[in-house]
């Protein structure tokens, strides 16, 4: 076909980056031409400072990125392994832990700064000779035509593609301009982010207080040089909530933080900057339309209590990288509704279950219903004394069960 790019795909992220770096891997779509529309130059973290911005990436998502020769570039900068769990509710007695020694793996996961994942994906896109980037660009418009889709950009360049993919995030423009039907609505809570000092190292141990206004996560940071007394902070509250912790000073602030986490850190010793986000659950009836597919936060998002947001959104750029891989080498027609309908079906149930579980957890741990809190607190306790059960849940929690990749299972394609 006439058309400029083979496969475009909108929005540089973790998740864009992730798919255009599976995609020039492979050897059926590596001859293909792929593009990639990106809005910001990324700028190199030059200071030890901690980013705001981090995410709890997952067993699968870590085998993915060795997978795909990006886990080395992440190490040589700063990643933080967990190697415990300890989550307990605020309304009661109940408390689970979980131990990656008693699943044999080394961590349950790692704490790992947003800008550290997207350097290294940058590094390994340059070093595979990636030439496909249209940065800064951003897409105003698309429609389509006989041969694909014709998108304009924001410098009035105008190209067409076979494939569009929207990889730009919740507030995606390629599922705006191509109509995709989406369920949304508010979970009616904010977030509360910040980086912290605490008077006790972290050892290691990822924490979660559920708390009736919404849960607390603390998320265990280590330096460079092995200092563990920095974690990253959710608080997730109601958003009237929020504001009135978002208006302390960071005295009253750090107080408040050290009494919602029952000083199990001790008490925290300094805050950085806050940030404050709500939460929306968006869910698009369908992922792909012809010719377009999404995936990440363009296709769903999520309440951030487990951490799972970043983990589908690179699953789902692992899935539909292998479905491209399997129809290039097939000389199937990429674009194909048929191909395309493969991946939706594998991801979009999956992403499916997981927030409905999520949603189960919100309400279960936010109702002060006094048979309810019961009912927790002892499925909690109990379950902490099963083992085989909660290993089970956890290793779904770290993508290790399911319908899992062939990247994220430490193949390459």
Same mark, same amino acid.
């Not at 009237?240 to 912790?245: D, I, M, P, W």
């Not at 979009?348 to 809190?373: H, I, V």
């Not at 019961?374 to 770290?398: E, L």
């Given at each position: 076909?006439s058309?400029d +790019?083979?496969?475009?795909?909108?929005g540089g992220?973790?998740v864009?980056?992730t798919?255009?770096?599976?995609?020039?891997?492979s050897?059926?779509?590596a001859?293909?031409?792929?593009? %990639?529309?990106?809005g910001?130059?990324?700028e190199?973290?030059t200071?030890?400072?901690?980013?705001?911005?981090?995410?709890a990436?997952?067993c699968a998502?870590?085998?993915l990125?060795e997978?795909?020769?990006?886990?080395?570039?992440?190490?040589?900068q700063?990643?933080?392994?967990?190697? $415990?769990?300890?989550?307990?509710d605020?309304?009661?007695?109940?408390?689970?832990?979980?131990y990656?020694?008693e699943m044999?793996e080394p961590?349950?996961?790692?704490?790992v700064e947003n800008?550290?994942?997207q350097? $290294?994906l940058?590094?390994?896109l340059?070093?595979?000779?990636?030439?496909?980037w249209?940065?800064?660009?951003?897409l105003?418009?698309?429609e389509?035509?006989n041969?694909?889709?014709q998108?304009?950009?924001?410098?009035?360049?105008?190209?067409?593609?076979?494939?569009?993919i929207?990889?730009d995030?919740?507030?995606?423009k390629?599922r705006?301009?191509?109509n995709f039907?989406m369920?949304a609505q508010?979970y009616?809570?904010?977030g509360v982010v910040a980086?912290?000092h605490t008077?006790?190292p972290?050892g290691?141990?990822?924490?979660?207080?559920f708390?009736?206004?919404?849960?607390?996560?603390?998320?265990?940071?280590?330096?460079?040089?092995?200092?563990?007394?920095h974690?990253?902070?959710v608080?997730s509250?109601d958003?009237?909530l929020a504001?009135?912790?978002m208006?302390?000073?960071?005295?009253?602030?750090?107080?408040?933080?050290?009494n919602a986490s029952?000083f199990?850190?001790?008490?925290?010793? %300094?805050?950085d900057?806050?940030t404050?986000?709500?939460?929306?659950?968006?869910h698009?009836?369908?992922?792909?339309?012809?010719g377009?597919a999404?995936?990440?936060d363009? $296709?769903?998002?999520?309440?951030p209590l487990?951490?799972?947001?970043?983990n589908?959104?690179? %699953?789902?750029a692992a899935?539909l $990288?292998?479905?491209?891989h399997?129809?290039?080498g097939?000389?199937?027609?990429i674009?194909?509704?048929?191909?395309?309908?493969? +991946?939706?079906?594998?991801?979009?149930?999956? !992403?499916t279950l997981?927030m409905?579980? %999520?949603?189960g957890?919100k309400?279960?741990?936010?109702s002060d !219903?006094?048979?309810l809190?019961?009912a927790?607190?002892t499925?909690?306790s109990?379950? !902490?004394?099963?083992?085989?059960v909660?290993?089970?849940i956890?290793?779904?929690a770290?993508?290790?069960?399911?319908?899992i990749p062939?990247?994220?299972?430490g193949?390459t394609?």
């Amino acid at each position: 076909m006439s058309t400029d +790019y083979d496969i475009l795909i909108n929005g540089g992220g973790m998740v864009g980056a992730t798919l255009a770096c599976a995609l020039v891997q492979s050897p059926h779509t590596a001859k293909l031409r792929i593009g %990639m529309i990106e809005g910001q130059r990324f700028e190199k973290k030059t200071d030890a400072a901690w980013e705001l911005r981090v995410s709890a990436i997952t067993c699968a998502s870590q085998r993915l990125f060795e997978s795909l020769g990006v886990w080395p570039l992440m190490k040589s900068q700063r990643v933080s392994p967990f190697e $415990a769990m300890d989550v307990w509710d605020a309304e009661g007695t109940g408390n689970i832990q979980f131990y990656a020694k008693e699943m044999g793996e080394p961590s349950l996961g790692h704490i790992v700064e947003n800008c550290v994942v997207q350097q $290294a994906l940058y590094e390994r896109l340059d070093d595979l000779g990636f030439k496909g980037w249209l940065c800064p660009e951003k897409l105003l418009g698309c429609e389509k035509t006989n041969e694909g889709w014709q998108v304009t950009l924001d410098s009035g360049a105008t190209l067409t593609t076979r494939l569009l993919i929207g990889a730009d995030g919740a507030l995606s423009k390629v599922r705006q301009l191509a109509n995709f039907k989406m369920d949304a609505q508010p979970y009616e809570q904010s977030g509360v982010v910040a980086t912290i000092h605490t008077e006790k190292p972290n050892g290691a141990v990822a924490r979660q207080r559920f708390l009736h206004s919404g849960p607390l996560a603390l998320l265990p940071l280590c330096g460079t040089d092995g200092d563990r007394h920095h974690c990253s902070i959710v608080w997730s509250l109601d958003t009237a909530l929020a504001e009135e912790k978002m208006a302390l000073d960071d005295l009253a602030f750090a107080q408040a933080l050290s009494n919602a986490s029952e000083f199990r850190l001790g008490k925290i010793e %300094m805050v950085d900057k806050r940030t404050c986000f709500p939460f929306y659950e968006r869910h698009v009836e369908s992922y792909i339309v012809e010719g377009v597919a999404l995936c990440g936060d363009a $296709a769903h998002t999520i309440h951030p209590l487990a951490g799972q947001g970043v983990n589908l959104g690179l %699953m789902d750029a692992a899935a539909l $990288a292998e479905e491209l891989h399997r129809a290039a080498g097939k000389g199937l027609d990429i674009a194909n509704f048929s191909v395309l309908r493969r +991946y939706a079906r594998r991801r979009r149930g999956a !992403n499916t279950l997981m927030m409905e579980g %999520m949603q189960g957890f919100k309400t279960l741990f936010g109702s002060d !219903n006094l048979p309810l809190r019961w009912a927790r607190n002892t499925g909690m306790s109990i379950m !902490n004394q099963v083992p085989p059960v909660k290993n089970r849940i956890m290793r779904y929690a770290m993508g290790l069960e399911g319908d899992i990749p062939k990247l994220a299972r430490g193949h390459t394609l």
